[in-house]
């Protein structure tokens, strides 16, 4: 059965470093998502993104956050300086046609000391 | 503001007593309604998905259920191994593919 992949399963970095976290969706999806949960607390929406754009992004979502797309399989989040505050659990999501149901990834654990 | 509230926070139950989690959502136009569980560490898994009121799936031994301002989990003769947390998500039709998520119930079954 077809299924997202994430790496690295865990990340430890020191605030101010650049991370980024990968994410192979499943093939024949087209829109993908990045999600954080902080321990403990709900699941965050961080951002959608469709035929190579973001098409929805919230308010967690500043100019510190980027994502990419690089080729045919992976899609990219990227911390540029990160924060004490980055530490969660990320999570990455793919689904068919945006509106129908999204296929969460094993999630990546970031660790910011 | 989309909104979406479940309860109870958390719900201990004896194996085989039956019982519902309740999603109660604030959105501007349903897209969709989402039925997830999450076990420690883990990500989410999906059960269901909803788009209209008056829509029901079952699967084993949960069913989904929909009306215009909330949506049911029913477990029935739960096991152990139903214990996790049971996550509620909704999409709106404006807002791109934003979906927010509720805070969980967590579920404790009892042998």
């Known amino acids: 059965e077809p299924e997202v992949t994430q790496t690295p399963s865990h990340q430890v970095t020191q605030m101010g470093q650049e991370v980024i976290l990968r994410c192979v969706p499943i093939s024949n999806h087209l829109y993908f998502y990045w999600y954080r949960q902080i321990l403990g607390q709900k699941v965050e929406f961080l951002v959608s993104?469709?035929?190579?754009?973001?098409?929805?992004k919230s308010e967690i979502f500043d100019d510190q956050f980027s994502v990419e797309r690089p080729d045919g399989s992976n899609f990219t989040l990227k911390i540029r300086s990160t924060k004490l505050e980055d530490s969660a659990m990320y999570f990455c999501?793919?689904?068919?046609?945006?509106?129908?149901?999204?296929?969460f990834g094993p999630g990546t654990r970031l660790t910011v000391l | 503001e989309d909104q979406v509230t479940q309860s109870p926070e958390a719900l201990r139950l004896q194996e085989g007593e039956s019982s519902s989690l309740n999603c109660s959502y604030t959105v501007s136009g349903l897209r969709g309604l989402f039925w997830y569980r999450q076990d420690p560490g883990k990500g989410p898994e999906f059960l269901f998905t909803l788009y209209s009121a008056g829509e029901e799936k079952e699967k084993e031994r949960l069913k989904a259920t929909l009306t215009k301002k909330e949506s049911f989990l029913h477990i029935t003769a739960p096991k152990p191994e139903d214990s996790a947390t049971y996550l509620c998500a909704v999409q709106a039709h404006t807002g791109g593919f934003k979906t927010i998520f509720g805070a969980g119930t967590r579920l404790f079954v009892k042998a």
């Open positions: 999501a793919s689904s068919l046609l945006g509106y129908d149901t999204q296929y």
């Open positions: 993104f469709y035929n190579n754009e973001i098409s929805e």
